[in-house]
Nanobody, 126 residues
Framework: QVQLVESGGGLVQAGSSLRLSCAASGRTFTNYGMGWFRQAPGKEREFVAAISRGGGSRYYADSVKGRFTISRDNAKNTVYLRMNSLKPEDTAVYYC???????????????????WGQGTQVTVSS
């Protein structure tokens, strides 16, 4: 089992920045590719960003590319999502997820992830 706890969400104005953190515990962190997903009210959960086990590869949804940065600190068992230039359409509950890929494959589908955090709310006002 892997336990994931997100933090760092909040209410901000458009154009602001936030950094989300996701602390992992339970198993060897470097065994897992990590991802961030989000779900807005009335919408399906969508992929935001993912990072490989070693941190050398990253992938982003088109909607956040150039504004969001995913990173991980394997010594701290933590993955981050730095969000810049936030827009009202970024408002959602953000979830951290852990999956066990083959090699350093980037996981972009929700069904590839076995473990999920409880989510943290991000609200961007216009």
């Amino acid at each position: 089992q892997v336990q994931l706890v997100e933090s760092g969400g909040g209410l901000v104005q458009a154009g602001s920045s936030l950094r989300l953190s996701c602390a992992a515990s339970g198993r060897t962190f470097t065994n897992y590719g990590m991802g961030w997903f989000r779900q807005a009210p009335g919408k399906e959960r969508e992929f935001v960003a993912a990072i490989s086990r070693g941190g050398g590869s990253r992938y982003y949804a088109d909607s956040v590319k150039g504004r969001f940065t995913i990173s991980r600190d394997n010594a701290k068992n933590t993955v981050y999502l730095r969000m810049n230039s936030l827009k009202p359409e970024d408002t959602a509950v953000y979830y951290c997820a852990a999956g066990n890929p083959v090699g350093n494959v980037i996981l972009v589908k929700a069904y590839d992830y076995s473990y999920w955090g409880q989510g943290t709310q991000v609200t961007v006002s216009s």
